[in-house]
């Protein structure tokens, strides 16, 4: 049967076949420390075996507003392993699985949603386990032609670019810059924004990607690395006006872009991969050309967000996927009992996402 | 006769007993070089002789919308002195004189106020010398209980101290930052500041300063140069929990206090004395934390207030001089044939305003 848009008789017509057996126990990857990495940052994110460990622990017990999921693929996004090694905006529990964000059947909760496949992302448990919590109101049901693989990660990347792409339009600007352009995020991001009238002027460290960007609907490719950077960059700058930095490094590449860039450029922090400190190399910018800093956080904009909008970036997200104008571009998909083994090689690929199948 | 607010009457009664002779030359402190120092900022703002010269030039033609002025007091303003070094938002002009602000008497142009005790902003010719142009609109009527110790300065570090309490107060806060406090400028700010129920927590190097601004009404003062300085700041952040940043320096301290300051806070540059650049030490906080960095220029605040909103604030400002509640602290007034010799040592001093008598 194929989805007609009623939750509520499509559950009723799954939960009369399904019968939810629900363990006591799970496997999962699990945090082995509290808090945040003390030490500060001295390496990368791509070593976090030290960090979590494959274990068995109680499967999680759902409490009022909360639905349990079984999951079936997580993603492995960046702010999953700048999380597990203490680099994130939360603090860790010792011996809680991590992961942001996975798709799976709801097994149990108040919710006319149990039986049903969904995305999610799991604030108090994790997603790198076998199950899962959620916040009922959050739970995102799927169409039944969306893939697993665009399910694992509907959240992260597919709603940040959709709502950074908003932010590089209403600078006014017809381009826009964007770092880490390697990233599943700004490949998502690269056609919206072509198709939206704002092109993106992509920023990656590799040139092995420059064509693939350039094929996705980038308007112009830089590689940071090249010698003539700064000066192809400050060309580009002159040539589209881009007023918005959209930035996943934070690094001295990044202050330089920023500082080159024109009058009332914004420079949008929502990640921090760089182990070094920017300096910035021009305050006077700030004041006499109009120049701001300020970050994006998607878990602020779920707050900040009325639910009708976050309702209809999310139908437009899986509306994207399902007629393929967005691809999740998976690289390996890992099964949980090898993970402590290939996950961190698999991730530091950053060829496409890596997903865990649970 | 008492200013009693009807300016064309007045301009009336006093056209009658005044003719204006207005010579071809003039005396000023005349810009030596063009546009910007190119050679970046290797040194601080105090020395400046060599980048104005004592110059006979032509007194300034005015055009439609200008009124000349006959100078009598300029104030001496980091501005300038950035302006004048090539550090400042705006290209130089060799063979123009220098000086942002000033008050002095109509002498000439299409308006009422001919005649009349003005202060005014010179944006084409500069107020360090005897004759400075001015556009007509922005021309602001003194009361003529305002000492000309007050008119002098009565645009940049009032005005600006004004705007930036409002900016403070916004923040929902109660109470925040600023550096430099033994600015002019933090000097009205903290008065202002505590009438407004949003008190100022100041920073200064110098621990002289200390009990002058605490009698002013700053909330806390503290000392950068202190070897426990991060620590007192970090305890009084905790107590009070500012949002707002009014930084006149930019340089690491500065960047230390906005880091140490609570999530949402708000780094407001609007100047920048330092010659060294501030590290970011954790962009981190600008995602998760949704901290910002961004500018004021006052400049760019009277291109963007209405009119209406501009009057009120000048008004304001003359009433809080003229009733006492602020007070210019004259440190010295150099007469323009000793400003060679006398006017960078007078403004290294950086205990009080140096004026300029012309």
């Known amino acids: 049967m194929p989805f007609d848009g009623s939750l509520l008789q499509h559950h009723t017509s799954r939960t009369i076949t399904h019968v939810m057996v629900i363990p006591k126990n799970m496997q999962g990857l699990v945090l082995l420390h509290d808090g945040f990495d003390a030490t500060g940052r001295a390496t990368g994110l791509e070593d976090f075996s030290d960090c979590v460990e494959l274990r068995q622990l109680s499967v999680p017990q759902h ?11 997580a993603a492995v996004n960046h702010a999953d392993v700048a999380f ?12 809680v699985a991590a992961g942001f964000e996975g798709t799976g059947t709801v ?10 496949r969904v995305s999610f992302a799991s604030p108090t448990s994790g997603t790198w386990a076998e199950y899962a919590l959620a916040n009922i109101a959050q739970l995102i049901p799927l169409r039944d032609e969306l893939r697993d693989e665009d399910a694992a990660g509907l959240i992260i990347n597919p709603i940040s670019a959709a709502v950074m792409c908003e932010i590089a339009r209403e600078s006014g600007a017809k381009s826009f810059v964007a770092t880490g352009a390697g990233s599943q995020l700004v490949k998502f991001l690269i056609p919206l924004a072509r198709e939206k009238g704002c092109p993106c002027i992509a920023i990656v460290r590799r040139p092995a990607l420059a064509q693939q960007l350039k094929d996705l ?4 490719v830089l590689v940071s690395e090249d010698a003539e950077f700064a000066e192809r960059f400050r060309s580009v700058s002159l040539r589209y006006k881009p ?7 934070a690094d001295q590449v990044s202050s330089d872009i920023f500082f080159a860039m024109p009058n009332h450029s914004i420079w949008v922090i929502y990640g921090r991969l760089a182990i070094s400190l920017p300096v910035l190399n021009d305050p006077e910018q700030f004041i006499v050309a109009n120049k701001q800093i300020k970050g994006f956080w998607l878990t602020s904009w779920f707050l900040n967000t009325a639910p009708e909008e976050v309702a209809k970036v999310i139908a437009d997200v899986q ?24 996950l961190p090689s698999a991730f530091s690929q950053k060829d496409g996402k890596v997903l865990l199948a649970l």
Do not use: C, H
Not at 329 to 336: D, F, I, K, W
């Open 319 to 342: 509306a994207r996927f399902i007629d393929g104008r967005w691809q999740t571009n998976v690289s390996e998909t890992v099964a949980l009992q090898d993970a402590m083994s290939l």
């Open 63 to 73: 409490g009022p507003g909360q639905a349990l999921i079984r999951v079936s693929r």
């Open 243 to 249: 007023r918005v930095l959209l930035d996943a490094i």
């Open 107 to 116: 097994v149990a909760g108040d919710t006319p949603l149990v039986g049903q």
């Open 217 to 220: 609907g980038a308007l112009e």
């Open 84 to 95: 597990i090694r203490g680099y994130y905006g939360m603090p860790r529990v010792k011996g």
